[in-house]
Structure formats: structure tokens, C-alpha cells
């Protein structure tokens, strides 16, 4: 685990899912997008059948994510997304599914 340098733009999100968001590869199709997106954190599936996942980077990434998690993988059916920021000392170096 790194500190986050002060002059880094660097923001944290913590982002719920709701919807068909269960066993239609959305959890792979997110850990793409943030790759491509060049985001750190992870995102998992939680017992009630929404999906959890804390988003690390620049401001602008973070947007085109949430944009791309509204929409989802070609399976999925997405009914709402909701964030928050989070205050956090820890960097991800890279997104993972847990």
C-alpha cells in the first residue's frame, strides 16, 4: 500500500450497482473498462445481487467510468448507479475483481 502523493489529481469512489448485474460478466467487462480506463481499485458482487466496486484516478476517467457502468456489459441490465466520494490515504496500483 502507497500514500497518495499531494500532486497527484487523484479522486476514490465508492460506486453501488443495481440491476441484472449477477452472472452476466459484468465483473470481468468492469476490470476491462478500468484497465483501459487506467483506473486502480476493485469491484465484487455483494450478497443482495448488486455489485460494489471503489474506483481510483483522475477526474475524467472516473466520469467516462461511471457513464460506461450505467450502461454495462451487452448482458447486463443496469437500473442504478449511485457514488460517493471516499477519503482515502491508500493507492491502487491496479483494479482487480475480488
Known amino acids: 500500500m502507497k500514500s497518495l502523493s499531494s500532486h497527484l489529481e487523484v479522486e476514490t469512489l465508492s460506486v453501488l450497482v443495481r440491476g441484472k448485474v449477477q452472472g452476466v460478466g459484468f465483473r470481468a467487462a468492469t476490470v476491462r473498462q478500468a484497465h483501459l480506463l487506467r483506473l486502480g481499485g476493485w469491484v465484487r458482487n455483494l450478497d443482495d445481487g448488486r455489485v460494489e466496486a471503489l474506483l481510483q484516478?483522475?477526474?475524467?476517467?472516473?466520469?467516462?467510468?461511471?457513464?460506461?457502468?450505467?450502461q454495462g456489459p451487452p448482458m447486463a441490465r443496469v437500473d442504478e448507479v449511485t457514488h460517493e466520494d471516499v477519503r482515502t490515504q491508500r493507492h491502487y496500483d491496479r483494479f482487480e475483481q475480488i
Open 57 to 70: 484516478g483522475e477526474h475524467d476517467a472516473l466520469d467516462r467510468m461511471l457513464s460506461w457502468l450505467l
